[in-house]
């Protein structure tokens, strides 16, 4: 199962989760439209604290941030992270400093980004993995924008991997 964080103005249809629902995973995406992000962390944190299962985490764009600060609280709560082109330049309401964002140690995360962002620097996301180390399973950075409408295969890839590494655990 994938718990999806989706983006600002995305909705829990989103291509991104169709995508993966189409390659097969079972995807849960709660509804956060208009919604700030500790008010999205709050309703996550409550999700995430219900589950039996360790599902992987996934957000997009706002949604990564969103999920990049559930992981940090709970990462016993998921086998994997997936982050698609974060938005972890922000300081917003719970994180003052971004810098203190960084996968959790032994947390497989997957992240991939567009060369092509407009929306949020690659670099946030370069920088975000260069202060988790070797929790980074996977980085791809693709030739697409924020959006990352031309990259599920890859997102779909990088679900697999994380998924591939529960099940060798």
Known sequence: MIIFAHGLEGTPNGSKIQALRAAGFEVLAPDFQGMILSERVALLENICNH???KPILAGSSYG????????????KQFSGLLLC?????LKEEPVDDDTVLVAPKGLPTVI???????????????????????DILQFH?????????????SIIEGANALYSQTIDS
């Not at 991939?112 to 070797?134: F, K, Q």
């Open 141 to 153: 950075k693709v030739d697409d924008g924020h959006r990352l409408s031309e990259s599920h295969s």
């Open 64 to 75: 990564g941030l969103t999920a990049a600060i559930i992981a940090m609280r709970m990462p």
């Open 51 to 53: 589950r039996d299962n």
């Open 112 to 134: 991939i980004h567009g060369i092509g962002d407009d929306i949020v620097p690659i670099s946030c996301s370069l920088e975000y993995a260069e202060r988790s180390g070797s």
């Open 85 to 89: 082109a974060p938005a972890l330049h």
